[in-house]
């Protein structure tokens, strides 16, 4: 399978605990983009990757997460001290990073979904 | 402020029958506007790409329409099935490299 792969599939963590999540892109893309996802909405952006570069931060971004791209290729995102409104499904997605005739979709991977007691 | 709109009402058809879905959106000037499909417990998966200097496009039994004068896109499943039972969201790539998404239309077509 050659997809966007991201692990754990699911976690649940207490109030205050630290989880780190991992994506694993398509292996030529190079743009890499994190998004939450709550239930009944649309996915939020969180932050985004070109290569090792993290080029843009929503404000939703809190300073309890971060994001890394270390070699341009995985990417982990952390939350420190969880807390219960973080409980999300948080989605992962990668791109070429330019239009391709009329293409230019963010392939999405499954998720994580994080449930925070 | 920045909105994107649709109908967070579900949408219940007859198979056979067109369904039509809405993107509005405000204070928004979108490069091109994406169409994807969500399936319960998966990530989106997209489907068309309308830019700004297009009115209509299609791929198979979808079709897409964007009107930069009202703000809005519209999205058409002619011949509906249900397995095109999903919800579906739409995407605005405006300024920088992100996608904002509206909050979806669930679709539900019956046999």
């Not at chain 1, 499954?110 to 449930?115: D, E, I, Y």
């Amino acid at each position: 399978d050659t997809g966007v792969s991201q692990n754990p599939r699911h976690k649940i963590t207490k109030r205050g605990q630290n989880v780190t999540f991992r994506c694993d892109p398509i292996s030529e893309h190079n743009r890499l983009y994190w998004y939450r996802q709550t239930l009944g909405q649309g996915p939020e952006f969180l932050t985004y990757f070109q290569n090792e570069a993290q080029l843009e931060k929503s404000r939703l971004l809190s300073d309890r997460f971060s994001a890394e791209r270390p070699k341009g290729s995985f990417s982990t995102l952390e939350i420190q001290r969880t807390e219960q409104g973080d409980s999300a499904m948080y989605l992962c997605a990668s791109s070429l990073g330019r239009l391709v005739g009329s293409r230019d979709e963010q392939f999405f991977g499954p998720g994580t979904r994080l449930t925070v007691l | 402020s920045q909105k994107i709109e649709q109908n967070s009402e579900a949408l219940n058809i007859q198979e056979g029958k067109t369904a039509t879905l809405t993107c509005n959106y405000t204070n928004y000037s979108p490069a091109y506007l994406q169409w994807y499909r969500q399936d319960p417990g998966r990530g989106p998966v997209f489907l068309l790409l309308i830019r700004e200097n297009e009115k209509e496009k299609r791929k198979e039994r979808l079709k897409v329409t964007f009107d930069t004068t009202l703000k809005q896109s519209l999205f058409h499943i002619t011949a509906s099935q249900p397995a095109d039972s999903a919800t579906y969201l739409c995407a605005l790539k405006a300024a920088g490299n992100k996608l904002t998404f509206g909050g979806g239309t669930r679709v539900l077509v019956k046999p």
